[in-house]
């Protein structure tokens, strides 16, 4: 007769079932969950043309409550920008919305080279947000700075700049290991400091001198590089159902 008092010693999973069938009964439960999971009620949902109609309506309860968590974190003062594409197919029927509202709190914007540009930049200055960014070099619009090649005769650590008379903003080329375009409307060249970079030729660390938008740029922008490698590496797929 089995003792009560003892616990029952359970198999392993995996010598009941195998990972092939295990991730195939998890997929069919998430399709199931996603399908019957529901927010609002589906039953008073405006259709297209109505007054009210809300293309959103389905989610709009996690929408809020998530908007207004966002509402309780406190700005920073730097905030740093870069692209994270999610591959989707499908219908795309929503576009990105930019808020209008000025900013009263000095805030900074720092933006990866996808998304900056000089045009972008004035607007941004015009609603009272600073910001920097590396650019592409197919942006700078006919600005003279020395080309790559001029560049790279020079000393590592060079610097060229010019300045747009109608936006105010600055656009810098510095040469590290190659060259690199930046932008700001709030930094510029000074005060200049000095870094420590690897010389392979002489197989040692040689100090360099750095424009002032350069070590403004570069510390606030290595967790959005590891958000971007996280995102890659840790891709969620996901498909609409109808």
Not at 229 to 240: F, G, S
Request: aromatic share 8%.
């Amino acid at each position: 007769m089995p003792n009560p008092f003892c616990t029952p010693v359970l198999p392993s999973p995996c010598r009941v079932i195998t990972v092939e069938a295990f991730m195939y009964n998890f997929l069919i439960q998430s399709d199931k969950i996603k399908r019957f999971l529901l927010f609002n009620d589906n039953r008073k949902a405006k259709k297209p043309g109505e007054q009210g109609f809300d293309k959103l309506y389905k989610i709009r309860p996690v929408l809020g409550h998530i908007r207004s968590k966002f509402l309780e974190v406190t700005p920073e003062k730097h905030h740093s920008i870069d692209k994270q594409m999610t591959p989707f197919q499908g219908a795309k029927q929503l576009e990105t919305i930019s808020a209008e509202k000025a900013d009263d709190m000095g805030n900074k914007s720092l933006h990866k080279s996808w998304c900056v540009s000089l045009k972008l930049m004035s607007l941004l200055k015009i609603k009272r947000f600073p910001c920097i960014g590396t650019l592409k070099k197919a942006r700078l619009r006919g600005c003279p700075l020395l080309t790559d090649s001029e560049m790279n005769k020079r000393e590592r650590g060079t610097s060229d700049y010019r300045t747009d008379i109608h936006s105010g903003a600055i656009e810098v080329k510095w040469l590290d290991n190659n060259t690199v375009c930046l932008a700001s409307t709030y930094a510029g060249i000074t005060p200049q400091d000095t870094c420590r970079r690897w010389n392979v030729k002489d197989k040692s660390r040689v100090e360099m001198p750095r424009p002032a938008i350069v070590y403004e740029f570069n510390p606030h922008m290595g967790g959005v590089d590891l958000a971007d490698m996280l995102v890659e590496i840790c891709r969620t797929h996901l498909r609409t159902r109808k």
